[in-house]
Every structure is written in structure tokens, then in C-alpha cells.
């Protein structure tokens, strides 16, 4: 199947920023996303997007993430700003050739995934 392989990620004290990207082969997405999952916590839908235009952003990270997409290399990319240790998890890639609305943010509704990167917000 397609693979999906997660960089950019590393330990930053809070206020910090890290860029993470993701890389798919063999296949151009309709849809990718970024999720994230601390230990003894629920996988969450963070970041998706749509093509190359449509963004959409759980309510913690709005206006501090950027979810941006680059057809040329394959990649999808999140700018982080204002990292806060609630931001720390292993963040994971998702990307689908469907897209599933108001359900975006549903780890289910998604068939492929990276192996994560861990993002580590210290005080």
C-alpha cells in the first residue's frame, strides 16, 4: 500500500516552533491530515486539508498551526507556533483519496497512515 513517512519532529520549550512534514509515494491524496495522540489519550484530528486549498483546524490550534500542502514533492506540511505542553503527543499522518466533510477529524475515516513523529512542549 502507499506510505506515508513523518519528519520535523523534537523537543521545544513552550512559546517554541517546529514545522513537521509528511511524505506520500505512489499516489497524489485527495485529502491529508494531521493527528496527534499523547499517551492514555484518544487519537485527535488536528489539522486537514482538502486538495491544496481547504483547511480545517481543531479549535486549540487554530490560529497557532498552519496545515499546507505541496503537490510538486508530495508533502504536506504543519507550521506550529506557540507550542504549549498540552501540544506534546506523537503526531501522526493521515491521507485518504476521499474526503469525509464534517467527519474529517475521525481517526476511522481514514486508510493511510505514517509511523508518527513525536513533538515534546517543555514549560
Known amino acids: 500500500q502507499a506510505l506515508l513517512a513523518e519528519s520535523g519532529g523534537g523537543s521545544v520549550q513552550a512559546g517554541g516552533s517546529l514545522r513537521l512534514s509528511c511524505s506520500g509515494s505512489?499516489?497524489?491524496?485527495?485529502?491529508m491530515a494531521w493527528f496527534r495522540q499523547a499517551p492514555g489519550k484518544e487519537r485527535e484530528g488536528v489539522a486537514g486539508i482538502y486538495y491544496s486549498e481547504s483547511t480545517y483546524y481543531v479549535d486549540s490550534v487554530k490560529d497557532r498551526f498552519t496545515i499546507s500542502r505541496d503537490y510538486g514533492k508530495n508533502t504536506v506540511y504543519l507550521q506550529m507556533n506557540s507550542l504549549k505542553p498540552e501540544d506534546t503527543a506523537m503526531y501522526y499522518c493521515?491521507?485518504?483519496?476521499?474526503?469525509?466533510?464534517?467527519?474529517?477529524?475521525?481517526?476511522?475515516?481514514?486508510?493511510?497512515w505514517g509511523q508518527g513523529t513525536q513533538v515534546t512542549v517543555s514549560s
Open positions: 493521515a491521507a485518504d483519496m476521499s474526503w469525509y466533510g464534517d467527519h474529517w477529524y475521525e481517526p476511522a475515516k481514514w486508510n493511510y
Open positions: 505512489g499516489l497524489t491524496y485527495t485529502s
